[in-house]
């Protein structure tokens, strides 16, 4: 092989395998993000912001003649009319909830690695703001259609949007522009998804790209290739968001079994599990059974988010001297505490399927919802602890391996008739500086990331 295509290959090859599979979360991310801006400049074309009541006489037969938004009958035409249009939306839709898994599962990546830290900083703040606002443009997408499952959502917004003391019952009147349910959201839901979101969130990653110079390589090719070719495999045969079956918006109706996307389950078992607390206040109602759930558990839980870079220290006494990540049994404290956060996520997404539960396993939604109050408090304690014995007792057995090698299980009888245990050395990437007990301790495990 000429020297010059053997250095080329040499050169594709360092860079492949420079993208370790953790980083790759990121990209797909980027890449979820960028099909979904294409679906959507596609679907925006056809889709009629408007909430004047028509009569319906279309291709879906069986809600003919049924009276509707103009919003709903133009997501009946793309899905029904519009050649391509139900499979554009489909991707659009599995686009959306693809991106808000992977940039949660990179944000898991950043914080189990240390790679929040100075000078990363930046980058996980804005890793968490993107989060977030993928999470309100999913929100505000599945308002649009209009139907019986985006009126269910209007309703939480409305009712959490009251539940904020002095001010609820004055913001719920701006953001609806009037009464419940109003003209106005749907128009100002469509703006806010189609154009100040996106471009808040393209600004976002172009100062990513800034701040990282990210490199193609082969890899990062292949994943975008394979992204595309996922989501539209999950379009074409994963049906989403059927808004045929549930039909139009009706005030006061909701359909059994309604949830809202995957990523705000967590608000949803919140509202379910907490207690009907209400108080009154100088005359004026407070209730923390929406408030609590909806306001409070979000807000602290995306605001110690974002923070955490700077209570990193004071909870880890960690003290970042290079660019090196860590391995997650390096970092107990921070681990333990990952394990307790995912822990409370889970057990408050899982809380939103609370009835499902107690109809499928036969038992009473009273011992459900009991179980789940306990869980949400004791499960994370629970979580941390046991998380961080592990993370040390790894970290004695790395020690260990460190100064007397890696068992082999290879027994030998030595001259004077005695046994004794073969190890070989472990190797130097693996071997950790210094053992502490719930700070970092072991850098050189992992190169910049």
């Excluded at 082969?218 to 996922?230: L, N, Q």
Aim: include cysteine; charged fraction near 15%; hydrophobic fraction near 50%.
């Amino acid at each position: 092989m000429p020297g010059g295509y053997r250095g080329i290959l040499r050169s594709l090859y360092q860079r492949s395998r420079a993208d370790r599979w953790s980083s790759l979360f990121g990209q797909v991310a980027v890449y979820a993000f960028v099909v979904t801006a294409i679906t959507g400049v596609f679907l925006l074309v056809y889709y009629k912001p408007n909430m004047t009541q028509v009569s319906y006489h279309g291709s879906y037969r069986k809600l003919d003649g049924v009276p509707m938004s103009q919003a709903y009958r133009s997501t009946l035409d793309i899905s029904f009319d519009v050649r391509g249009g139900l499979l554009m939306r489909q991707i659009h839709h599995w686009a959306a909830l693809l991106f808000i898994a992977a940039a949660c599962a990179h944000l898991l990546r950043l914080y189990f690695t240390g790679a929040f830290r100075r000078p990363r900083w930046l980058n996980w703040l804005i890793w968490v703001t993107l989060l977030v606002l993928g999470m309100v443009a999913g929100v505000s997408g599945t308002i649009l259609p209009d139907d019986l499952m985006s009126g269910g959502s209007l309703s939480v917004l409305e009712g959490v949007t009251l539940s904020i003391p002095v001010i609820g019952t004055h913001l719920m009147l701006w953001i609806f522009g009037g009464d419940f349910p109003g003209h106005a959201i749907i128009p100002r839901a469509y703006w806010l998804h189609v154009a100040v979101l996106p471009a808040v969130m393209i600004a976002l990653f172009a100062l990513l790209r800034r701040r990282g110079r990210p490199v193609i390589t082969p890899v990062s090719v292949v994943m975008f290739w394979f992204t595309c070719a996922a989501l539209a495999l999950l379009g074409t045969f994963a049906q989403v968001n059927p808004v045929w079956l549930v039909g139009p918006y009706q005030p006061g109706s909701i359909s059994a079994g309604s949830v809202p996307g995957w990523y705000m389950g967590f608000l949803d078992g919140a509202l379910r599990i907490m207690p009907g607390w209400e108080f009154s206040v100088a005359g004026y109602p407070l209730t923390l059974a929406v408030l609590v759930p909806g306001v409070v558990v979000p807000g602290a839980f995306f605001a110690l988010l974002a923070m955490y870079p700077l209570l990193d220290r004071r909870l880890t006494g960690d003290q970042p001297t290079d660019r090196l990540l860590d391995r997650p049994r390096d970092a107990a404290t921070r681990t333990g505490i990952g394990a307790a956060g995912i822990t409370f996520y889970g057990l408050l997404w899982a809380a939103a399927a609370n009835d499902e539960i107690a109809y499928h396993l036969r038992i009473s939604l009273f011992a459900v919802t009991w179980f789940f109050r306990v869980a949400v408090l004791a499960g994370p304690v629970l979580a941390f602890i046991v998380t961080e014995r592990m993370c040390l007792g790894l970290a004695r057995r790395d020690r260990d391996e460190a100064e007397h090698g890696r068992e082999t299980g290879r027994i030998v009888m030595d001259p004077d008739g005695g046994y004794r245990e073969i190890r070989e050395p472990v190797p130097s990437l693996r071997a950790p500086v210094a053992v502490a007990g719930s700070s970092r301790s072991a850098p050189g495990t992992y190169g910049p990331g």
